[in-house]
């Protein structure tokens, strides 16, 4: 019923197939909106946040999305500006899925702060001292530099692309997507960099307080290297989630095997760094605050999630990564790769939730946080909202340059 | 003390843990008069409303070692100053300069209609100084009627916390400038919370005043404030004659 709508030469489930599954995922993304629509008409009392948990999994959710969104700078960034012209077959995929991300982090922002309507007051009334008005900025630009390289996709739609205007106009934008590259990758390495200099200037905060450079707490530059780390391992993930699905080789190996080498190499230069940071701040920074190392892991949140972010989520997955045949072996990679993710979510968790639980008074205790519902609801919701893109992009545009000419029909 | 000196104000408080006996006046005072809002039922104490908390410390004793004591918290308004964060640590991280200590005072004051609520301050207090409206407020009638005029109320979704009761700082001015004076008196600005403690537990004042009672007592060998090793140099002394206390101020290896 909608082939007029699919790229030409290739094959796509049923429209009814299609339609079964866009129902699920808008079933799931209605019980987003009503937990959505139920904080923005209630308050945040609905939440499990209180004054102990200023943020809670809106933020931590936000962080990791973010994060794991990186993949689509550093994608481009190694396809446009670094020239890896095998990375050509896979970067539409990585600018949906960093659309994706972006935009559903905002959409959990906007249920994330107090007064929504006043979202836009950073714009106006920045403080040039805080981090979060550079996130506030540089996130706001970057999704409109990711929307920037969107359009030239949906532009390409077989029907779209009959209009002559839309045609000339996506590809020249095409023409100078390096430009739009090279801006992207500027804005996400100061974002990156500011989500970390988030918590590594609270002072008064002894479990994020990091010592720095100049202004910049060293967690701005673990943030940077843990979304280039792990933000390609999502793609991938992704890519062969979709590869699943469509049983196609949508993606010719040598871009997988090239962004697994990227993620293997910058995650071990990532934990290199993270390590030295874990000890400076365990044995200097921390017994300055007179705070020992252990008190930091308390009741639920206890040393097991250290050695889970960087043991079983960290040094395996490098390792894994690192080693060339292990990485031409698609289940260890994509163990390694849902490793690889978990272990920045575990970080993000652990900054955010952890770092509020603990108490920093001496007589005080130790804090759990719940989410209720209306956190989980729009949370998962933006997954399915990524889902419900990625769906059509995969079934409309075309995503996949080489998926032709590796799925010849006969 | 620290922060910029060259107004040659600097407001801050004593507090005598010794002599505080927990009535909580203070507490009930600056809700009165700050028009703090409250809910039918507040059992949850992690979304009341508490800008002066009564912290209540014991030593952990059995019988007959057992000492308690209460420690009011008011926000700590401070002072520090250091390299590279010269600035409280929650107006530092406010994306919307909604939170900002005002150098002539050494007053932390907030603008309620700019705060976006995104609860960064919040997180960045150690102290806990800082509460979110969860809630509109809603006063039952005729309670309305009392609220203070000075005070603006705050909706849901922003973030509060003690101001000091600058409304007075401001009334204490405009009252010396009719009198044909720019300064004020030892005592003519007094916040809520200290005016109502029955056992005089509390004293305010320029801290940069050498002749104060509040300069004098905060030089007292037994002044302590809290969690000193974070730099954050609060402008709130305590003090007390028992050791316990004192341990209890901040975290030792």
Redesign the interface.
């Known amino acids: 019923m909608d082939s007029a709508l699919i790229p030409e030469g290739v094959k796509r489930c049923s429209f009814k197939v299609f339609c079964l599954w866009l129902l699920v995922i808008l079933g799931v993304i209605g019980w987003g909106v009503l937990g959505g629509f139920m904080v923005l008409w209630k308050?945040?009392?609905v939440t499990g946040?209180?004054?102990?948990f200023?943020?809670g999994l809106y933020i931590t959710a936000d962080l990791a999305i973010i994060a794991l969104g990186a993949g689509a700078f550093f994608t481009g960034f190694l396809t446009y500006v670094i020239g890896k012209k095998e990375l050509k077959d896979i970067i539409n995929l990585a600018v949906v899925v960093g659309f994706i991300c972006y935009t559903g982090a905002q959409i959990v922002l906007l249920l994330?702060?107090?007064?929504p309507i006043?979202?836009w007051?950073?714009f106006?009334?920045?403080?040039v001292?805080?981090?979060?008005?550079e996130?506030?900025f540089c996130i706001t630009c970057y999704t409109i530099v990711l929307t920037v390289e969107y359009i030239p996709l949906i532009l390409e739609n077989r029907q779209l692309d009959k209009v002559p205007e839309f045609h000339y106009f996506s590809h020249n934008l095409h023409e100078i997507m390096v430009v739009f590259a090279a801006t992207g990758t500027f804005l996400s390495f100061f974002h990156q960099g500011s989500l970390g200099g988030?918590y590594g200037?609270?002072?008064?905060?002894?479990f994020a307080f990091r010592a720095g450079f100049?202004?910049w707490p060293w967690t701005f530059f673990l943030f940077v290297a843990s979304a280039i780390a792990s933000g390609p391992a999502l793609t991938i993930l992704v890519c062969k989630m979709v590869q699943g699905v469509s049983r196609k080789q949508l993606v010719g190996r040598e871009a997988i095997s090239l962004l697994a080498k990227v993620t293997g190499y910058l995650l071990t230069f990532y934990l290199i760094f993270k390590f030295l940071d874990t000890w400076w701040w365990a044995t200097q920074t921390a017994?300055?605050?007179?705070?020992?190392f252990t008190e930091f892991f308390q009741g639920p949140y206890g040393m097991w999630l250290l050695v889970a972010e960087l043991g079983v989520c960290g040094v395996l997955p490098a390792i894994i990564l690192l080693i060339p045949k292990a990485r031409e072996d698609d289940v260890l990679l994509i163990v390694a790769c849902v490793l690889n993710c978990t272990g920045i979510v575990i970080n993000r968790f652990v900054f955010t939730i952890q770092?509020?639980a603990l108490p920093?008074?001496?007589?005080e205790e130790l804090?759990i946080y719940v989410p209720t519902w209306t956190e989980w609801a729009p949370t998962v919701g933006v997954l399915a909202y990524g889902a419900l893109l990625l769906s059509l992009s995969y079934r409309y545009l075309p995503m996949f340059p080489r998926e032709r000419e590796l799925n010849p029909i006969d | 003390m620290s922060g910029n000196k060259s107004s040659g104000v600097r407001y801050g408080m004593v507090i005598d843990v010794d002599k505080c006996t927990g009535c909580m006046a203070c507490s009930v005072a600056c809700q009165q008069e700050n028009n703090v809002s409250f809910r039918e039922d507040e059992t949850n104490k992690l979304r009341s409303i508490t800008w002066l908390e009564v912290f209540y410390l014991d030593n952990g004793k059995p019988y007959p070692e057992h000492r308690k004591a209460y420690m009011p918290r008011p926000c700590q308004h401070c002072d520090s100053s250091h390299h590279p964060y010269p600035y409280p640590p929650c107006t530092f991280v406010c994306p919307v300069n909604a939170t900002h200590r005002d150098e002539e005072t050494g007053l932390v004051n907030h603008i309620p209609v700019r705060c976006i609520g995104c609860r960064y301050c919040i997180s960045a207090c150690s102290y806990h100084a800082r509460y979110f409206n969860w809630w509109d407020p809603k006063w039952p009638e005729p309670m309305e009627e009392m609220l203070t005029p000075d005070v603006s109320t705050r909706m849901r979704g922003v973030v509060e916390k003690c101001t000091m009761c600058i409304h007075r700082l401001q009334r204490a001015k405009n009252l010396a400038f009719m009198e044909g004076r720019r300064e004020l008196e030892e005592g003519e600005y007094v916040p809520a919370c200290v005016e109502s403690c029955p056992a005089k537990a509390m004293t305010f004042g320029n801290l940069l005043d050498s002749h104060s009672e509040v300069a004098k007592l905060a030089k007292s060998p037994q002044a302590f404030r809290l969690l000193e090793k974070l730099k954050t140099k609060p402008k709130i002394y305590y003090l007390s004659s028992q050791d316990w206390i004192r341990k209890l101020a901040d975290n030792v290896l």
């Not at chain 1, 946040?49 to 102990?52: Q, Y």
């Not at chain 1, 001292?129 to 008005?133: D, G």
């Not at chain 1, 920093?360 to 007589?363: A, G, N, R």
């Open positions: 308050g945040l009392n946040l209180n004054d102990s200023g943020f994330e702060i107090g007064q006043r979202g007051f950073s106006w009334h920045p403080n001292h805080s981090m979060l008005t996130v506030i988030l200037v609270m002072f008064a905060r002894p100049f202004i017994p300055k605050m007179g705070m020992s770092n509020l920093v008074l001496p007589f804090q």
